[in-house]
Each structure stands twice: as structure tokens, then as C-alpha cells.
């Protein structure tokens, strides 16, 4: 099994696509205080995307990030909330677990491949359920637009993590399944407050 192979087989544990908060986004059935909720939860995790670039000195992307985040808080303007911090265990456990796994390269590396490489399906698939079933501003749509093409990030990850020792490749693999598992808690917290009451 290739390299890619073996980190996409660590993230299908936990392919957030098949999440019911996403499923539930796709077809309309997500209350909008879910959606708040998100935003403000999830968005303190976004916040956190630039530090990862940092740890692999990749200042442009980092950057990137930044503006990123910007077009969150749009996202999160949009339902009347902003950025905050982290207050559902399970979000806050993201948010902990990511600032671990940001600060060396390989755990790096692995973490933001395990979100960048499922984010252009998703912000598609969320952007289309906004459209569809969500009265937002259009000012709301851009962080999603913007990433529903974006594959190029996981592309430059993947050939980093490439070059990586075998032993430092085993590290970035599990690094990617525990952000991948901690992104689908944070989902399934907010989830759980809003859907299964």
C-alpha cells in the first residue's frame, strides 16, 4: 500500500462526509443554532490552521490560513456569532489536540493532511446545502467557495510526508488518524447538543 493509500485508509475511520452533522447539512435537517454553533466551536480550530503551517516554515500558506480564518468569521457573521473559544469538551479537545500536533513537523504534517485532504468534498458538499436549504448572506459563502477546489495543499503535505524518514512517515500516520478522529468528535459534540437532545 502507498503512502497515500495508508493515510486515506487512517482518515475513512473517520471520513467526515459520512458524519450525520454533514449528512444532516446536506439534506437541510440541521437546525441553524447547529450551524451557529459550529461556526463559533469549529472556528476556534480554524484559527488554529496557520500555526501548523508555521511549524513547517511554509509562511505563505500560513498566511494563507490567516485569510482563511477571515473568511470564517464571514461564514460565522453570516449566522449572527463569531469565533470564539472552544466550549463543547469535544471541541475543546480538537482545539488542545491540534495545538499538540502543530508544533513538530511530522505530527504536523500528518494533522493537517488528515483535514486538507477531505476539505474540498466537504466545503462542496456544505456549500451546496447552504444554497439549497440555509437563507445566509452571500457573504457567508466564500471560506466554502474557496475551498471546494482547493487540493493543492493536500498535494504539497502528502509530497512532504514523502519525504520523511520511514520512521518519521509512521509518526505523521498516526498524528493524521488522531486529527481525524478528534475532527469527528468535535462534529459529533455539536451534533449530540443539537440534533439528539
Not at 19 to 26: G, I, L, S, V
Request: net charge negative.
Amino acid at each position: 500500500m502507498d503512502l497515500k493509500n495508508k493515510l486515506d485508509a487512517r482518515i475513512s475511520k473517520w471520513a467526515l462526509l459520512k458524519h450525520p452533522f454533514y449528512q444532516a447539512w446536506e439534506m437541510g435537517d440541521l437546525p441553524v443554532d447547529a450551524l451557529r454553533t459550529y461556526a463559533r466551536e469549529y472556528g476556534a480550530f480554524i484559527r488554529q490552521m496557520p500555526a501548523g503551517w508555521e511549524t513547517l516554515n511554509d509562511t505563505e500558506t500560513a498566511n494563507e490560513e490567516r485569510e482563511h480564518t477571515a473568511l470564517w468569521q464571514d461564514f460565522a457573521a453570516g449566522l449572527n456569532t463569531e469565533i470564539s473559544e472552544a466550549g463543547l469538551p469535544a471541541a475543546v479537545a480538537l482545539v488542545e489536540k491540534s495545538g499538540k500536533l502543530f508544533t513538530s513537523q511530522a505530527t504536523a504534517l500528518g494533522a493537517l493532511y488528515a483535514f486538507e485532504a477531505q476539505q474540498p468534498e466537504t466545503a462542496k458538499t456544505k456549500l451546496a446545502g447552504l444554497r439549497k436549504h440555509y437563507s445566509l448572506p452571500i457573504t457567508a459563502e466564500p471560506y466554502f467557495k474557496q475551498h471546494s477546489a482547493n487540493e493543492h495543499e493536500a498535494a504539497k503535505l502528502l509530497e512532504s510526508i514523502s519525504a520523511l524518514s520511514p520512521e518519521d512517515q509512521a509518526v505523521a500516520l498516526e498524528a493524521c488518524e488522531q486529527m481525524s478522529a478528534a475532527l469527528w468528535d468535535a462534529l459529533t459534540d455539536i451534533y449530540d447538543t443539537h440534533v439528539k437532545m
